[in-house]
Every structure is written in structure tokens, then in C-alpha cells.
């Protein structure tokens, strides 16, 4: 029966300890290791995550990946919205306690908008069970106290995963925080017990999805089996509600399984990280006049490319190349996979066509990046490509000269060499020093080999799309 009282107690967060370190610096640290390792994938104004919700040793670095995006942003409240793994019962279940108490301290619920959320429905409404074992939505809070401040919460089980009850509580969210600024986050992890490719098949089905940005297609999948989602319905709720408050891209951050942390990859479970959000303009590196229809031939020529080298095809030939193409540029091409890097290699200098350059990157990247096996064909259809035009390196004379955000390194000391897009110290959050170390262990050098006066340094930017 639903419970409609108020307690007054904070909510203990029973899996402290199990599910995550239960002393305090001791999770301090972890998730310091997690998110100074992940990447910041999306720039925008951010409405919504999509989170894991197992043990931190497993989920922790994908979820890192979503939470990073936080360290810029602020919100009045974070609702979390979770299956029930305990608990069976119709609709959902909104928590009226005072709060959740952590190792990291206490955060307050906020009961006036917890009440209004209730109100909306007599299917959504405080339920006990549905909160007292759910690992879905404490295993959220810790990340969101440590990269929020003065933020107050609201978390959600949900009892049943039907189209309806996402509508509905979708529905009822919107109504009540008015002009809030709130951000929605869906606890779910994908596939369960499956081998490796299994897995990556079924979850690949949900990342489209949620790059798509479509909730009715990833419903029809999980209803039909296609794929699997234990929080499935948060995802479409989450979808919903982001919608509605104006977000306009769905992305996928990263995708991982827990066979890549156990090295058994014979029964996996698939963990993914996701954002909607309003996208805005790339403040990295420089515009080089290249227009939407040259970028999106350039990436169409890499994509071609890469299609006919995996598959032993010959090469394409490209005719009617505008004449901005057949300039002489240095490029890097980078192709991601479910948000994380699976090849990238670049020639520097611009002695050749830019299109020449871009479609010899592109086969190099996919086939011969040493960091990874070749691409195989089974991949092609999930591959992401973004290219790097440069500008001419410049010798670096005064490390104030080096911008983050507009500018890329590389450094050459002795028989040793590295380099950096400008896209990655963002991505990493660096500052210039953090930079330069990370350039010169890219380069196989001590962190410090850049003080050193036989160490080169150079700068250049990059138009990236």
C-alpha cells in the first residue's frame, strides 16, 4: 500500500561499504581516479544522464564519463530515477524522507517538489519497499556530491516500465518544477550475463537509440527483446522530460562491459554513459573557412575510406573536390567507437591535398593505429569520425603563450616525439602544465622533459568537426 507520510530521518546509504568505499577518503580518491580519467565527450547545456548503477569498481569509470560533464554546470535540483530490482508494484515511487546520508555527507531531498511530483497521479506516490534495498538510485549520489554544490534531490523507483508510466511520470516532472533548473538522471545498466559480441550487439541497439534521441525506438526494442535495459524506463522517462525542458542531441559517451575490468568476457555486463543535452558551438581550436558542405564531403571521404580498407576493397576514387579541399593541410582523422577512442593518427605537415591527406589518415587510422587492432567489419556501422585540419606548427617560446581549447602541442626531443590535438586537454579538463606533462608522456618522456632546453615545443591549432 502507498505510504503518503513524511519521516523525518535521513535514508542511510546501505551499500557503502560493498557497492562503494564506505570511508570517506577513501571514496574521495576513487572518484578523483575516476573522473580526472574520463573525458568530457559532449559541450553543451546538459538536462539529463545516463548513469550505471553497479559496484564503482565495475560502472564507476563509464558512469565518470556523465558526471564529468557536471564539473561546469549548476542546478537547483537532481532528480534520479531508477528501477526497482526489490520491490514489484505498479507506477513509481517518489522518496519523502528528509535526505540521503553518504560517507560524503548528507544531501536533503526536496520534499515540496517530491509532493508536487506525487500529486500529479495516484500512480506515483511513496512506497517504503520500493526505497529501502534499491541499490539504482544511492549508487548516483556520491558521484553528484562531489561534482555539484548546494543542489538539493529527488529520487525515483520505478515499479513498472510500460510506455504509459514514462509518459505519465515524464508528464508529471515537467509540471512540477516549473522554472527550476534541473538535471534528470537514468540509472541503468544494459545487458546482463551475455558473451562479449552478444553484449555489444544487444547494447549497441540502445546506444543508437539514445544517439537518436528517439524513446519510442528504444520502447519497441525492449519490448520486442532486441535489447536489454534494467532501467530501460528511466532511459525513455529521462528521453521525455529532457525533451520537453528543450534539449535537441542525445549522446553517447562511453561503453563499456564489466569483462573489460574482470578479463572474463564470457557472461559480461554492459554499462554505458550517456547525455542530452542543448548542444552549443565547439569553442575548440580555430575556424579555417571550411563550409558544412566541405566538412561533410572531408568526413565522407574519410568514411569511405575506412569503409574500403576494412572491407580489402581498393581505394575510392573522389572527383569533383571543391577547390578549398585540394589545398595543402596537415590532418588528424579520429574514429571513436561508443564514445571512446579507437584509432587516431594524423600526417602534420601540409604537403599534399587535404582530401588526399584525409582519405590516407582515415585507412591509416582504422588499420594501422598500434594502440589497437585493426577495425573489423562488424564495426563499421557504430564508428564516429572527427577530423583535425592544422594550421603550421609554431615554436612555443613562452609557455603563456600556449591557449587551451585553441591550441595542440608537440614536442621532439632527441629521437623522441609527441603530440596532442587541441580537443584533448579539454576533453581531460587539463591546465597548460597538466598539458605539457601529459604531451611529453605521450612523446615516451618524463613528465618534466619539456623544461628541458633540448626539448622543441610547438603549437598549432585546428579546425575540428
Sequence with gaps: MAQNCEAKEYRESIHAGTWY?????????????????????????ILGLICPHAGYIYSGPVAAFSYKLLLEQDFDDVIVIGPSHHYGFYGASVDTMAGRITPLGKVDYDLELARKIIKTDENINY??????????????????????KGFQLVEIVMGSQDYSTCQLLAEAIVKA????????????????????????????????????????????????????????????????????????????????????????????????AGAFFIEEKSNIGVELGFSPEEKRLLKEIAK??????????????????????????????????????????????????LYLSCAQMAKAAALEDPRFPPVSKEELPELEIEISVLTPLQRVKDFNEIKIGRDGLLIRKGVYSGLLLPQVAVEYGWNVQEFLEQTCHKAGLPSDAYKSKEAEIYKFSAEVF
Excluded: W
Design 177 to 272: 518544477v516549473g522554472k527550476k533548473k534541473v538535471l534528470i538522471v537514468a540509472s541503468s545498466d544494459l545487458s546482463h550475463y551475455h558473451q562479449q559480441k552478444i553484449a555489444e550487439k544487444l547494447d549497441n541497439l540502445v546506444a543508437d537509440a539514445v544517439n537518436r534521441y528517439d524513446p519510442e525506438l528504444l520502447f519497441r526494442r525492449l519490448s520486442q527483446d532486441s535489447c536489454e535495459a534494467c532501467g530501460g524506463g528511466p532511459i525513455i522517462t529521462a528521453m521525455l522530460i529532457t525533451k520537453e525542458l528543450g534539449a535537441n542531441k542525445g549522446k553517447v559517451l562511453t561503453y563499456a562491459t564489466s569483462g573489460d575490468i574482470t578479463g572474463d568476457y564470457s557472461q559480461v555486463v554492459g554499462y554505458l
Design 127 to 148: 512506497r517504503a519497499e520500493a526505497h529501502q534495498q534499491e541499490h539504482s538510485t544511492e549508487i548516483q549520489v556520491p558521484f553528484l556530491q562531489k561534482v555539484l
Design 21 to 45: 568505499p564506505g570511508k570517506k577518503a577513501e571514496l574521495e580518491k576513487m572518484l578523483q581516479t575516476f573522473l580526472k580519467n574520463a573525458r568530457m565527450n559532449a559541450r553543451g547545456k
Design 304 to 353: 569511405k575510406s575506412i569503409q574500403a580498407a576494412v572491407q580489402g576493397k581498393p581505394s575510392p576514387q573522389f572527383k569533383e573536390i571543391p577547390e578549398k579541399l585540394k589545398e595543402n593541410y596537415g590532418v588528424f582523422v579520429t574514429i571513436n567507437r561508443h564514445g571512446q577512442l579507437r584509432g587516431c593518427i594524423g600526417h602534420i605537415i601540409g604537403d599534399q591535398p
